[in-house]
């Protein structure tokens, strides 16, 4: 980890800042230019985020680098579902795009990155490593053995592969971006502590 970067578990008082982060690192992502309508795209996109990191924060792990430059947000596999009002309020945001989201079940008992963004004029400053590892170190300390995520940028996939994980599927989404789903296993304290 790149000691220089300091990073933290967010709190409440981070989320707005964070989603402003993860407004500007998805603004030409393919995935979210996809399944967000053009109208009102940064508004939609920016809400979507802040939406999202309140669940994650409340169910899981968010993690933030330096001053919510960098961002990333993982769900445990017991998460609760989402109340009625989110689910309302991200089928209103996507609009008649909500068809288009499609999101497979991960396997049993695995984590899930749900997001993971750096401010555009941070990127390339290995803020996306940094976050990486700290918040697969948080899950595995929290019992986690196994983490999957998605991503539909290919420079994504060497970023993922880097810190362990490697693509069990990719998927060509007909008219929408290509989709690496990918999946890194590790041992944590209870597993060895079993095995002993």
Not at 139 to 161: F, I, K
Request: charged share 25%; glycine share 8%; aromatic share 6%.
């Amino acid at each position: 980890m790149n000691t220089s970067i300091r990073v933290r578990v967010a709190d409440a008082d981070d989320l707005a800042a964070a989603a402003d982060t993860l407004a500007a690192a998805f603004e030409h992502y393919p995935w979210t230019r996809y399944v967000i309508p053009q109208e009102h795209y940064h508004e939609r996109l920016r809400a979507l985020q802040k939406l999202y990191l309140e669940y994650a924060q409340a169910n899981g792990i968010v993690g933030v680098a330096g001053h919510c430059d960098g961002v990333i947000a993982l769900l445990p596999p017991d998460a609760p579902e989402p109340e009625p009002g989110m689910v309302d309020e991200v089928m209103r945001l996507h609009g008649d795009r909500i068809g288009r989201l499609q999101q497979g079940d991960p396997p049993a008992g695995a984590w899930r990155v749900e997001t993971l963004g750096v401010r555009p004029e941070r990127q390339g400053q290995r803020l996306a490593s940094t976050l990486l590892v700290f918040a697969l170190a948080e899950a595995v300390r929290r019992g986690g053995e196994q983490v999957v995520l998605d991503t539909s940028d290919p420079r994504n996939v060497r970023l993922y592969e880097r810190h362990g994980f490697h693509t069990t599927t990719h998927s060509d989404n007909g008219d929408g971006p290509l989709i690496w789903t990918m999946t890194a296993t590790f041992e944590n304290s209870t597993t060895r502590e079993a095995s002993l």
